[in-house]
């Protein structure tokens, strides 16, 4: 997405239920964080945003290569993979939760 300043890519299939849900409304919400044993490692992001297919096939090549670097085992797939369609969610807002730093720590980022 040229000029957007943070960007997550995922692959999906568009007759998936989110792929679906997507065509109908570009709004979305996502968490990413590591598995943890106890509240004090609790940590992670928790974003709103909009996710856009992505159509232009040189930002699909650059996201498959992205995802390649990542995932090096998938190098023998690229052809199941392009029956996917590929995503961008942009983020629009973002919570990080770190409990390393203290008991509910949060900070939060608006991009409008």
């Known amino acids: 997405m040229p000029g957007e300043a ?7 299939d568009p007759q ?16 990413i964080y590591p598995e943890c044993s106890g509240w004090q490692d609790i940590r992670g992001l928790q974003m709103r945003g909009r996710v856009l ?3 232009d096939r040189m930002e699909w090549d650059s996201a ?15 052809d199941i993979v392009a029956l996917n369609r ?10 990080l939760v ?15």
């Open 53 to 55: 297919l992505v159509e």
């Open 98 to 112: 770190d409990n390393r730093q203290g008991f509910g720590f949060k900070q939060e980022w608006e991009f409008k």
């Open 16 to 31: 998936s239920q989110h792929g679906q849900d997507l065509a109908l409304d570009q709004c979305a919400a996502a968490a």
């Open 6 to 12: 943070l960007c997550f890519y995922f692959y999906s």
């Open 86 to 95: 590929l995503y961008a969610f942009l983020p629009d807002w973002i919570r």
């Open 64 to 78: 498959w290569q992205a995802y390649l670097h990542k995932f090096p085992f998938v190098s023998g797939m690229k």
